[in-house]
């Protein structure tokens, strides 16, 4: 694996920048024996700080132990630094070490390209930076804080932190039942996550208006190998939660969820930039957003449906309080909320654990959300005596079959990416199909490179048909045609 991996051999030198060592010596797993071990294990790497100038910035260890029917058992810790890893890259690492554990002689597929080659290839033209830096400068005024949690004491007195995680899971039947409804409503399932979670923080903050740090992993299919490299391709967007009192929950994530839409349309600069000017304009103590929400959904659902819960873990990250992540697995929807020890007041995580599931449960179990009309949080809202009519998109009713040219390649490119759902009609919903945001990134990025046409992601999640994005490509195609300005006209 670190022969196969480049960043598997990444070092940082002191300012900042990845070198990979053409050779590393031979690495060894140190192997402890005795159950005594185990915890000597967990609290000697759960909160490591590996040097990011010295090779490894991962760490392997065992022990063997014998449990007290008598079994003989190995206990596996592995430790992996995001430096040179994000989450998808783990479960790359993860799922072809099982291949080789199986089978020594396994043949893994080919990595052509290294995380350096995409690196080089997917900078943002300097014109792209300046208008999205332009962009987010008009977005600040209006961008709420970040979640004003009760503290034990000052961020600044907490010194080194440790994190302590609390999980759970959603069982498989009640998350593919959430994914359903969702999708009927034109909503994708990381946003129905994402707004779950953002109302559960308003219960607890001093204002329900308030701004996540969301972590996005921003591979674009630049190459077919592009989900066998490992690396770290995570970048941040600023997540803004405006809710208004009288909306429905439909209303409520639809809105939070074209804020999002829009916003990635403008992410060739970071968060950390756009936080950087909010120190400018608010001060040092505003700029700060330390409230994280990590949807690993739709990043490869293969590895993630054969993956195996870990027996435990935890993540650390700086400058971060809380992290709430969500991915899936063998079991269903993993949750897990790792939070600042000594910070954040300790039954917090567990409250917002136990808010998040109450919310999830009745609307697992409500068929028509549009009756559940909030306030500023679940708890405070009630249904409506109307019972409005639903918007599930169904099969049935999706329409005649594409028209022309544009519409027919829309639907085969659709087919490629949900094999098992192709389009039966011209007005299908795409997310009503089963299609996610990633899966609706990956269908725009495969029609600008079959037709040219840059379609807004905005502009198909607010019409995820066949027909509207026919309409859309050619729309556009015939505006470039019409602007043949000669010199000096325009």
């Given amino acids: 694996m670190i022969d196969r991996h480049p960043m598997l051999r990444a070092v940082f030198d002191a300012d900042g920048r990845q070198q990979v060592l053409e050779s590393v010596p031979e690495f060894t797993i140190p192997v402890a024996e005795g159950e005594e071990q185990l915890d000597v294990l967990r609290e000697e790497m759960s909160h490591q700080v590996l040097d990011p100038s010295r090779w490894p910035l991962f760490d392997v260890r065992a022990v063997h132990y014998t449990t007290a029917g008598g079994e003989r058992r190995t206990r596996i810790g592995v430790s992996l630094d995001n430096l040179v890893l994000d989450g998808l890259s783990m479960m790359i690492v993860f799922t072809e070490l099982r291949q080789l554990r199986d089978d020594p002689d396994a043949e893994l597929p080919p990595v052509e390209p290294t995380f350096r080659d995409y690196l080089t290839s997917v900078r943002p033209a300097p014109e792209s930076v300046a208008a999205d830096q332009a962009y987010w400068r008009e977005r600040l005024p209006g961008l709420p804080p970040a979640p004003r949690l009760p503290l034990l004491r000052e961020p600044s007195a907490v010194g080194r932190p440790r ?21 009927g409503y034109g909503i994708t399932p990381s946003v129905l996550l994402l707004g779950v979670y953002a109302e559960a923080l308003g219960e607890q903050a001093e204002s329900p208006a308030l701004t996540v740090n969301l972590t996005l992993f921003d591979r674009q299919e630049v190459h077919p190998h592009i989900n066998r ?10 997540a803004a939660h405006h809710p208004r009192a009288g909306e429905s929950w439909p ?3 639809r809105g939070l969820q074209a804020r999002l839409w829009t916003d990635l349309d403008h992410r060739a600069v970071s968060a950390v930039w756009v936080m950087r000017q909010l120190a400018q304009e608010r001060g040092p103590g505003q700029a700060a957003m330390p409230v994280v929400f990590t949807s690993a959904l739709g990043i490869d659902d293969e590895r993630a449906g054969a993956l195996t819960p870990p027996y435990w873990s935890v993540s650390q990250t700086p400058q971060v309080w809380l992290d709430h992540q969500v991915m899936e697995d063998a079991e269903g929807l993993r949750l897990t909320w790792d939070a600042v020890t000594g910070l954040l007041a300790d039954d917090l995580p567990r409250t917002l654990m136990g808010r998040q599931l109450e919310m999830l449960s009745e609307l697992s179990t409500t068929e028509d959300w549009d009756a ?7 708890k405070d809202g009630e249904r409506s005596p109307t019972s409005p009519t639903t918007l599930v998109t169904k099969a049935a009713d999706a329409g005649e079959p594409p028209r ?4 027919e390649l829309v639907a085969a490119l659709w087919s490629e990416l949900l094999p098992d759902h192709p389009p039966t009609g011209r007005e299908q919903g795409f997310f ?10 990956r269908l725009i990025a495969r029609l600008r490179e079959r037709t040219g046409v840059e379609v807004p992601l905005r502009a198909f999640f607010a019409h995820p048909t066949v027909a509207a994005l026919g309409a859309a490509v050619d729309d556009i195609t015939n505006h470039t045609i019409d602007q043949n300005w000669e010199e000096g006209e325009l």
């Fill in 432 to 441: 009503a199909a089963g299609g996610d945001s990633l899966l609706a990134t």
């Fill in 404 to 407: 022309g040219a544009t519409e």
């Fill in 251 to 253: 209303a409520r994530l």
């Fill in 163 to 183: 994190f302590v995680r609390r999980a759970t899971h959603l069982p498989q039947d009640v998350w593919a039942r959430l994914q359903e409804q969702a999708r």
């Fill in 229 to 238: 490299i490992a690396g770290d391709f995570t970048s941040l967007l600023l």
């Fill in 372 to 378: 559940l009309i909030l306030g500023t949080g679940l």
